[in-house]
């Protein structure tokens, strides 16, 4: 079992940065490819990022992308999303999300992924 617990999110006006923090409990945090998706009020819960558990591969959604940047550090078990230039449209609940998984090939379907963290708010004001 892995327990994920995310951190950083905030109120941030339009154009400013925040970066968010996933940490995992247990020792098999570093074979596993995490994801960040993100969740707005009456939407579903769609696709931002995600790192292969090596950290060598990384995706993201057309609609973050050269703005967000996934990364993680397996020997303190986190994962991070760095969002800069931030947009009213990035408002929404991000969560972490765990796929026990060594391919390079991670699904960004959010039914694929095993374990999912609590959820962090991020609310960026115009």
């Known amino acids: 079992q892995v327990q994920l617990v995310e951190s950083g999110g905030g109120l941030v006006q339009a154009g400013g940065s925040l970066r968010l923090s996933c940490t995992a409990s247990?020792?098999?945090?570093?074979?596993?490819?995490m994801g960040w998706f993100r969740q707005a009020p009456g939407k579903e819960r769609a696709f931002v990022s995600a790192?292969?558990?090596?950290?060598?591969?990384?995706y993201y959604a057309d609609s973050v992308k050269g703005r967000f940047t996934i990364s993680r550090d397996n020997a303190k078990n986190t994962v991070y999303l760095q969002m800069n230039s931030l947009k009213p449209e990035d408002t929404a609940v991000y969560y972490c999300a765990g796929r026990n998984t060594y391919l390079n090939n991670i699904p960004r379907a959010a039914t694929s992924y095993d374990y999912w963290g609590q959820g962090t708010q991020v609310t960026v004001s115009s």
């Open positions: 247990g020792r098999t945090f570093s074979s596993y490819a």
């Open positions: 790192i292969t558990w090596s950290g060598g591969n990384s």
